[in-house]
């Protein structure tokens, strides 16, 4: 490194270590967590636009620190895909939502559409489609009750070919795909008529101004309109207002999730949200 003169202040050195520090101790952390699988996850409903009826979630992954409490998928998650750890990572998610969901079956819940984050990296992985075809093994396929959420750049990862390759061998088990964070990237209409996918997840971004800011609103409505062209189906995210939720009716959305409809839950907390218990 250059000799610093001793009085030329070196304002940016001391913060950098600071931050490499804490992601060094960061990513310690992660890996035991990985062994100890100090994970959950939680469920958000997703609700039918149309009739308010709760028919799947979204399983978002915690993390138990234990110094620090819940981290989130936030903070954690970008790590986790730079030092690849994502993939043990994402390998539990899948399992833990398949033996959930093998749980719920059993124990007389309805079967809802369980949808899960897939990472980029996580796609990309050789063994991904075998992984699914083993785990599904004893309950047979998805049937269409299990939903891979990848964003744009999955898509946009690699030859054309070979992602359409891997997405349809991985629809073969009876998983959709959902197209994720849509319309925050550049190109995404173009990927829509391109590849396999079944439903579009309109960005939180978009939907928050709505219906007030004009643009958002024209945005989304085109959204919709779109992709029902193309035969897919919508869900808005992170609605929060009744004003937004009849918005979104009035231009005939096909699926509701966020903080109006309900708050991403506990599996304990979610099961009482399936199958109210009778009071007793
Ligand atoms: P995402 O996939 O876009 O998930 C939606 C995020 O928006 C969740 O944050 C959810 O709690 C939050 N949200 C839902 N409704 C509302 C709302 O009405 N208002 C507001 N302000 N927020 C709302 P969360 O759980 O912190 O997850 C953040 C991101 O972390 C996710 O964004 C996803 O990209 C990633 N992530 C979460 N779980 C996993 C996972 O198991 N695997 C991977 N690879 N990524 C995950
Ligand atoms: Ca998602
Ligand atoms: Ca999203
Ligand atoms: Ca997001």
Same mark, same amino acid.
């Given at each position: ?10 304002p940016?050195? !001391? ?5 490499? =520090?804490?992601?060094?101790?960061? @990513?310690?952390? *992660?890996?035991?967590? %990985?062994? &100890? /699988?100090?994970?959950e996850?939680?469920?958000?409903p ?11 979630a979204?399983?978002?992954?915690r ?14 998650? !970008?790590?986790?895909?730079e030092c690849? =750890?994502?993939?043990?990572?994402? @390998?539990?998610? *899948?399992?833990?939502? %398949?033996? &959930? /969901? ?8 309805p ?7 897939v ?48 997405m ?48 958002d ?23 929060e207002?009744?004003?937004?939720r ?29 199958a109210?218990?009778?009071?007793v």
């Open positions: 490194a250059k000799q610093a003169g001793k009085n030329r202040a070196q940016y050195a !001391p913060h950098m270590q600071a931050d490499a =520090l804490a992601r060094v101790h960061l @990513e310690a952390d *992660l890996r035991i967590a %990985v062994e &100890q /699988r100090a994970f996850l939680h469920y958000q997703i609700v039918e636009c149309a009739s308010g009826a709760l028919v799947g979204e399983a978002l992954i993390w138990r620190h234990p110094e620090r409490g819940m981290i989130s998928p936030l903070e954690f998650i !970008p790590v986790a895909e690849g =750890l994502i993939v043990p990572i994402g @390998e539990w998610v *899948l399992s833990e939502v %398949v033996r &959930q /969901r093998r749980d719920w079956l059993a124990r007389g819940y079967l809802l559409r369980l949808t899960l984050n990472s980029g990296v996580q796609f990309r992985e050789a063994g991904l489609p075998e992984l699914v075809r083993t785990l599904l093994a004893e309950g047979g396929t998805a049937r269409g009750s299990l939903v891979f959420e990848i964003t744009e750049s999955v898509l946009m990862s690699g030859n054309d070919e070979n992602v359409e390759a891997r349809c061998d991985i629809k073969e088990q009876g998983i959709c795909f959902a197209l994720d964070d849509f319309g925050t990237g550049f190109s995404s209409l173009s990927y829509l008529k391109r590849f396999p996918v079944d439903i579009v997840k309109i960005d939180r971004s978009f939907v928050r101004d709505c219906p007030d800011d004009g643009n609103a024209s945005l989304v409505e085109a959204i919709i309109n779109m992709a029902h062209s193309l035969g897919l189906r919508v869900t808005a995210e992170g609605v207002s009744a004003e937004q009849e918005f979104l009716r009035a231009l005939g959305c096909d699926y509701l999730q966020g903080y109006l409809i309900g708050k991403p839950l506990a599996a304990d907390a979610f099961e009482a949200i399936m109210p218990l009778p009071s």
